[in-house]
Nanobody, 123 residues
């Protein structure tokens, strides 16, 4: 299966910024959608932002105007630029990628999740 690796999380003061990255392994994959979810303590996992093959984007209402999702198709990478961070943004951020693997070993659709990267916003 396609493996994902997230990076860029950390501890930041309220009002600060972080940039998350998620790299999908493999050089013979076609990605249909890349998304960022977050899991906060005592909350359900929620979709934060998503970007489709045609670069259309969607955002949770709580992050509109503050977060920007983008992708680099050549690098199989999705980014989440997070500005004006709030304490409520604290949580584990997980990358989710869907697409098709055209390799000789894993030919077919894939739906992969990363392990998550911790974002902690302090007051």
């Amino acid at each position: 299966q396609v493996q994902l690796e997230e990076s860029g999380g950390g501890l930041v003061q309220a009002g600060g910024s972080l940039r998350l990255s998620c790299v999908a392994s493999g050089n013979q994959i076609s990605i249909n959608a890349m998304e960022w979810y977050r899991q906060a303590p005592e909350n359900q996992r929620e979709l934060v932002a998503g970007i489709s093959r045609d670069d259309s984007t969607n955002y949770a209402d709580s992050v509109k105007g503050r977060f920007t999702i983008s992708r680099d198709n050549a690098l199989n990478t999705v980014y989440l630029q997070m500005n004006s961070l709030k304490t409520d943004d604290t949580g584990v951020y997980l990358c989710h990628v869907r697409g098709t693997d055209y390799s000789r070993f894993f030919h077919g659709p894939f739906d992969s999740w990363g392990q998550g990267t911790q974002v902690t916003v302090s007051s």
